[in-house]
């Protein structure tokens, strides 16, 4: 595949200077003028979603759920995080970034053997668009809530080490994995069939043929895949289904969204059957990352709090330096026992984002 796909046409302006980009691709920067981003119509709120939340969340986290409430119920005011390819890195679309007020984030945050890994904030709303898929070449960049970098940064994959991705899809993380080490195997897991296929092209958009052979993506359910290979993965992340507040609230249908607020009492017990088929699948002296994009305690610390609570060969690891180095740009909540949970509020609408760490003793 060419690198450098599509961003030319993001960043031309008549008249402009032409400028190298990526290997080869030709593109007119003016970096004086932000790209006209296109507005989608205002998302509709389901209000049985909003009264389940607000019947739950402020039971759970007091006035700190008005605050998450305020920028849930504003999407125009949340941020999106720009994840550099470095497969098809692009020296003027950073310049452009840092010229548009966007910066690396985690430049001050990342040891030096994660230096690869660069993603642009900006504290303004506006997001650019994403790119299409092309057979043939390379994007030059994904789009992300920043927060979901958190678990590949606590999971800290090394080159060379066994990595699974147990509910990879839609693929972001496991990019984000492949920019900061080299595995020396990368299996990339998704059940779902639709989103299966969605994280095969996500792959195929930002890696190089040359290191497709150290991947491999499948579609299995994930509660069999620690019988199946058993203690073989140093590093195993499960972003799990939860449910996903953001996406949730603005369900389109709202007899599906009814039927699945009667149903979220199940998602704990998915969750933690995921965390128990990943902890056989990791070896002795290997770590886990759970993750979810909730505020549901029962979906995170509760979920963690019953596997410790079974399991006598794991413990949690401290992620309180990991949060301390992110402070300037999340917001973490107070009182989460077992892991870090950031949360939207105004001016950094990022989140939400549970992140417990396990270490597997034995």
């Avoid at 019953?306 to 917001?331: E, G, K, P, Y």
Wanted: net charge positive; aromatic share 8%.
């Amino acid at each position: 595949m060419v690198p450098g796909a599509g961003l030319a046409s993001l960043l031309r302006r008549p008249g402009g200077t032409t400028r190298g980009l990526g290997s080869g691709t030709q593109a007119r920067i003016d970096k004086n003028k932000k790209p006209h981003i296109r507005r989608k119509p205002q998302k509709q709120i389901c209000i049985p979603v909003l009264e389940h939340f607000d019947n739950k969340y402020r039971q759970e986290h007091g006035e700190l759920w008005d605050k998450v409430r305020e920028v849930l119920l504003l999407p125009c005011s949340w941020q999106y995080g720009v994840l550099v390819n470095k497969f098809s890195h692009s020296v003027p679309l950073e310049d452009l970034l840092q010229s548009w007020g966007y910066r690396n984030f985690l430049q001050d945050v990342l040891p030096f053997p994660q230096h690869s890994l660069r993603c642009y904030i900006s504290k303004d709303q506006h997001r650019f668009p994403r790119l299409l898929h092309h057979a043939e070449r390379l994007k030059e960049y994904y789009l992300l809530n920043a927060t979901s970098l958190l678990p590949v940064l606590a999971l800290d994959a090394q080159d060379g080490e066994c990595v699974l991705d147990m509910c990879a899809a839609p693929g972001g993380k496991s990019i984000a994995i492949l920019q900061s080490a080299t595995p020396r195997h990368f299996l990339c897991n998704e059940h779902d069939s639709l989103r299966y296929k969605w994280l095969k092209q996500t792959l195929e958009s930002f890696v190089p043929e040359d290191l497709r052979g150290l991947i491999s993506v499948t579609n299995l359910d994930g509660r069999g895949i620690g019988s199946q290979k058993s203690q073989i993965f140093d590093k195993v992340l499960v972003d799990a289904p939860c449910s996903n507040d953001r996406s949730w609230l603005y369900s389109s249908d709202v007899l599906k969204a009814r039927i699945r607020i009667a149903h979220a009492p199940n998602l704990p017990v998915l969750q933690e059957q995921l965390l128990r088929s990943a902890l056989e699948a990791l070896r002795p002296g290997g770590t886990l990352v759970y993750s979810t994009c909730t505020l549901s305690r029962a979906e995170n610390d509760d979920v963690v709090a019953s596997l410790l609570n079974s399991c006598d060969n794991i413990q949690t690891v401290n992620l309180a330096d990991l949060a301390r180095s992110l402070s300037h740009n999340f917001t973490f909540a107070k009182g989460v026992q077992h892991g870090q949970l950031i949360v939207p509020v105004k001016g950094k609408t990022w989140g939400p984002m549970y992140v417990s760490k396990l270490w597997k003793v034995h």
